[in-house]
């Protein structure tokens, strides 16, 4: 998004974008990569799927203070706009998906994809940045194959899919419209 977007293209320069870049790379992948396997290590969940929805309270509560470690230190940096108001959004899903799986399984992988749509949505539909009509059709494309998948392997029900969808998706829309 940092590198397609035209305002953040004539922001910084090449050296800032990939320190940047790095340090959102860490944060958001390494990091939660990371904690999934020591959790699994040391016992807190029992695989790394974390098929036990009463399990995925600890590395879904880690994520988010990641995400909001990440975001806090943007928002420091002078780093304002779309990538923080993404990640705020992003915060509000997983949080959302904590609450909900207290009470029953919803499908995680359906609020991430509804959340991706989400953010193409946003900015294709509301912003009217062009660029980004292909990475909406991607992100459609990838959502019905993650939502297909998760049926297929019998993981969830379809109510389960399509509340995740339609939460991540209305989320991540509300929370950049608003912001």
């Given at each position: 998004m940092?590198?397609?977007?035209?305002?953040?293209?004539s922001?910084?320069?090449d050296?800032q974008?990939?320190?940047i870049?790095?340090f959102?790379?860490?944060?958001?992948l390494?990091?939660p990569?990371?904690?999934?396997?020591?959790?699994?290590?040391?016992?807190?969940?029992?695989?790394?799927?974390?098929s036990?929805?009463?399990q995925?309270?600890m590395?879904y509560?880690i994520?988010?203070?990641?995400?909001a470690f990440?975001?806090y230190?943007?928002?420091?940096?002078e780093?304002?706009?779309?990538?923080?108001n993404?990640?705020?959004?992003t915060i509000f899903?997983?949080?959302?998906n904590i609450l909900?799986?207290?009470?029953?399984?919803?499908?995680?992988?359906?609020i991430a994809s509804g959340?991706?749509?989400?953010?193409?949505m946003?900015?294709?539909v509301?912003?009217?940045?062009?660029?980004?009509n292909v990475w909406?059709i991607a992100?459609?494309?990838l959502?019905?194959?993650?939502?297909?998948?998760?049926?297929?392997?019998?993981?969830?029900?379809?109510s389960?899919?399509?509340?995740?969808?339609l939460?991540?998706?209305g989320?991540v829309?509300l929370t950049?419209?608003?912001?």
């Amino acid at each position: 998004m940092l590198k397609y977007h035209p305002y953040f293209v004539s922001k910084f320069y090449d050296g800032q974008f990939y320190s940047i870049s790095l340090f959102i790379a860490i944060n958001t992948l390494i990091m939660p990569l990371l904690s999934v396997y020591l959790l699994k290590r040391f016992k807190f969940i029992d695989d790394f799927q974390i098929s036990n929805p009463k399990q995925r309270l600890m590395p879904y509560g880690i994520i988010a203070i990641l995400l909001a470690f990440t975001t806090y230190q943007l928002y420091k940096n002078e780093i304002r706009g779309l990538p923080l108001n993404f990640l705020i959004a992003t915060i509000f899903c997983i949080v959302y998906n904590i609450l909900l799986n207290m009470r029953f399984m919803v499908s995680s992988h359906a609020i991430a994809s509804g959340g991706l749509v989400g953010l193409y949505m946003f900015l294709t539909v509301v912003k009217h940045v062009s660029t980004f009509n292909v990475w909406l059709i991607a992100a459609v494309l990838l959502a019905g194959i993650s939502a297909w998948s998760r049926l297929q392997l019998k993981a969830h029900s379809e109510s389960q899919v399509y509340l995740g969808f339609l939460s991540g998706l209305g989320i991540v829309m509300l929370t950049l419209v608003i912001a």
